[in-house]
Protein backbone atom coordinates (compact mmCIF):
# COMPACT_ATOMS: atom_id res chain seq x y z
CA UNK A 1 0.00 0.00 0.00
CA UNK A 2 0.91 3.73 -0.55
CA UNK A 3 -0.70 6.94 0.01
CA UNK A 4 0.03 9.75 -1.32
CA UNK A 5 -0.12 13.64 -0.02
CA UNK A 6 0.29 16.53 -2.12
CA UNK A 7 0.98 20.01 -1.90
CA UNK A 8 2.12 23.16 -2.92
CA UNK A 9 -1.06 24.42 -5.02
CA UNK A 10 -2.70 27.72 -4.16
CA UNK A 11 -3.35 30.99 -6.47
CA UNK A 12 -1.13 32.16 -8.78
CA UNK A 13 -1.20 34.81 -11.95
CA UNK A 14 -0.98 33.82 -15.17
CA UNK A 15 3.22 33.52 -16.10
CA UNK A 16 4.16 32.70 -12.39
CA UNK A 17 5.32 29.44 -10.66
CA UNK A 18 4.42 26.52 -8.26
CA UNK A 19 6.13 23.74 -7.18
CA UNK A 20 3.89 20.66 -6.18
CA UNK A 21 4.73 18.32 -3.88
CA UNK A 22 3.71 14.97 -3.89
CA UNK A 23 4.92 12.58 -0.67
CA UNK A 24 4.47 8.76 -0.51
CA UNK A 25 4.14 6.67 2.29
CA UNK A 26 5.85 3.47 2.67
CA UNK A 27 9.28 2.08 1.92
CA UNK A 28 8.73 0.96 -1.75
CA UNK A 29 8.45 4.05 -3.25
CA UNK A 30 11.48 4.45 -5.30
CA UNK A 31 10.09 0.80 -6.92
CA UNK A 32 6.84 3.12 -8.43
CA UNK A 33 6.21 4.68 -11.66
CA UNK A 34 4.97 8.28 -10.71
CA UNK A 35 2.45 10.38 -12.94
CA UNK A 36 0.43 14.02 -12.68
CA UNK A 37 -2.99 13.84 -13.60
CA UNK A 38 -5.01 17.27 -13.49
CA UNK A 39 -8.65 17.46 -13.32
CA UNK A 40 -10.68 20.98 -14.30
CA UNK A 41 -14.44 21.53 -13.68
CA UNK A 42 -16.74 19.20 -15.96
CA UNK A 43 -13.56 17.92 -17.63
CA UNK A 44 -12.05 13.98 -17.45
CA UNK A 45 -8.75 13.60 -15.48
CA UNK A 46 -5.52 14.27 -17.97
CA UNK A 47 -2.33 13.29 -18.11
CA UNK A 48 0.41 16.00 -17.54
CA UNK A 49 4.08 14.49 -16.79
CA UNK A 50 5.42 11.03 -15.56
CA UNK A 51 8.72 9.66 -14.21
CA UNK A 52 10.07 6.00 -14.15
CA UNK A 53 11.40 4.70 -10.92
CA UNK A 54 14.66 6.03 -11.13
CA UNK A 55 14.20 8.74 -12.72
CA UNK A 56 15.78 8.39 -16.02
CA UNK A 57 13.01 8.70 -18.12
CA UNK A 58 10.29 11.30 -18.24
CA UNK A 59 7.35 12.27 -20.30
CA UNK A 60 5.30 15.26 -20.42
CA UNK A 61 2.10 16.17 -22.08
CA UNK A 62 2.11 18.77 -24.81
CA UNK A 63 0.18 21.15 -23.58
CA UNK A 64 2.84 21.27 -20.70
CA UNK A 65 6.28 20.59 -22.49
CA UNK A 66 8.38 23.16 -21.92
CA UNK A 67 7.06 24.67 -18.97
CA UNK A 68 6.72 21.21 -16.45
CA UNK A 69 8.87 19.58 -15.17
CA UNK A 70 8.18 16.54 -13.37
CA UNK A 71 11.04 15.10 -11.16
CA UNK A 72 11.53 13.09 -8.01
CA UNK A 73 13.90 12.06 -4.22
CA UNK A 74 13.99 8.65 -4.21
CA UNK A 75 15.40 9.39 -0.35
CA UNK A 76 12.97 11.69 0.34
CA UNK A 77 9.88 9.53 -0.58
CA UNK A 78 8.67 12.59 -2.65
CA UNK A 79 7.51 13.11 -6.49
CA UNK A 80 7.54 17.16 -7.62
CA UNK A 81 6.19 19.20 -10.03
CA UNK A 82 7.68 22.39 -11.26
CA UNK A 83 5.25 24.72 -13.42
CA UNK A 84 6.53 27.56 -14.79
CA UNK A 85 4.83 30.16 -17.32
CA UNK A 86 1.06 29.34 -16.09
CA UNK A 87 -1.36 29.75 -18.24
CA UNK A 88 -5.22 30.01 -16.83
CA UNK A 89 -6.24 26.84 -18.59
CA UNK A 90 -3.76 25.52 -16.43
CA UNK A 91 -6.41 25.28 -13.38
CA UNK A 92 -7.24 22.16 -12.19
CA UNK A 93 -6.54 20.32 -8.63
CA UNK A 94 -3.52 18.33 -9.61
CA UNK A 95 -3.20 14.55 -8.24
CA UNK A 96 -0.32 12.95 -8.24
CA UNK A 97 -0.08 8.59 -8.84
CA UNK A 98 1.89 5.85 -8.32
CA UNK A 99 2.16 2.80 -10.39
CA UNK A 100 3.87 -0.57 -9.49
CA UNK A 101 4.37 -1.48 -13.11
CA UNK A 102 7.80 -0.57 -15.08
CA UNK A 103 8.25 2.46 -17.89
CA UNK A 104 6.18 5.39 -18.66
CA UNK A 105 2.69 5.36 -17.75
CA UNK A 106 0.15 7.53 -19.40
CA UNK A 107 -3.04 6.35 -18.70
CA UNK A 108 -5.18 6.62 -15.95
CA UNK A 109 -6.22 3.13 -15.74
CA UNK A 110 -2.15 1.93 -15.15
CA UNK A 111 -1.96 3.79 -11.79
CA UNK A 112 -3.04 1.47 -9.05
CA UNK A 113 -2.63 4.56 -6.26
CA UNK A 114 -4.01 8.08 -5.90
CA UNK A 115 -3.76 11.19 -3.93
CA UNK A 116 -6.36 13.66 -3.10
CA UNK A 117 -5.23 16.51 -4.83
CA UNK A 118 -4.04 19.93 -4.46
CA UNK A 119 -6.31 22.82 -6.25
CA UNK A 120 -3.91 25.42 -8.55
CA UNK A 121 -5.98 28.14 -9.68
CA UNK A 122 -4.09 30.70 -12.58
CA UNK A 123 -5.92 34.53 -12.74
CA UNK A 124 -5.53 36.30 -15.77
Known amino acids: QVQLVESGGGLVQAGGSLRLSCAASGRTFSRYTMGWFRQAPGKEREFVAT????????LAADSVKGRFTISRDNAKNTAYLQMNSLKPEDTAVYHCAADRGVGIRISVREYDYWGQGTQVTVSS
Open 51 to 58: ITWSGGST
